[in-house]
């Protein structure tokens, strides 16, 4: 059974910086690619950053120069660190598993992160 359990969120102050990790079992994370999502009260999900098999990576615009994405395969583990973290960061945020990019692939739970202005 697939799980992915996110942590590290929280409430902070802008300019701050939080590091979220999600960790993963029951799948071969070298396998998969790897992203966060985010979502804002009264918004849609949103892509924030996904990290491919071979280490390839995007970030959604409101975030680059600001997030980066890192996986550990041998520790199963994706991260998120978050630095100037602005309000409008504020949201629930997803990891997400997925073997082929059309598929929805696998959720976490969610973490919430809030930022203070």
């Known amino acids: 059974q697939v799980q992915l359990v996110e942590s590290g969120g929280g409430l902070v102050q802008a300019g701050g910086s939080l590091r979220l990790s999600c960790a993963a079992s029951?799948?071969?994370?070298?396998?998969?690619?790897m992203a966060w999502y985010r979502q804002a009260p009264g918004k849609h999900r949103e892509l924030v950053a996904r990290?491919?098999?071979?280490?390839?990576?995007e970030y959604a615009d409101s975030v680059k120069d600001r997030f980066i994405i890192s996986r550990d395969n041998t520790k199963d583990t994706v991260d998120l660190q978050m630095n100037r973290l602005k309000p409008e960061d504020t949201a629930v945020y997803y990891c997400?598993?997925?073997?082929?990019?059309?598929?929805?692939?696998?959720w976490g739970r969610g973490t919430q992160v809030t930022v203070s202005s």
């Open positions: 029951g799948l071969t994370l070298s396998l998969e690619i």
């Open positions: 997400n598993s997925r073997h082929f990019p059309n598929m929805d692939g696998y």
């Open positions: 990290i491919s098999r071979d280490g390839n990576i």
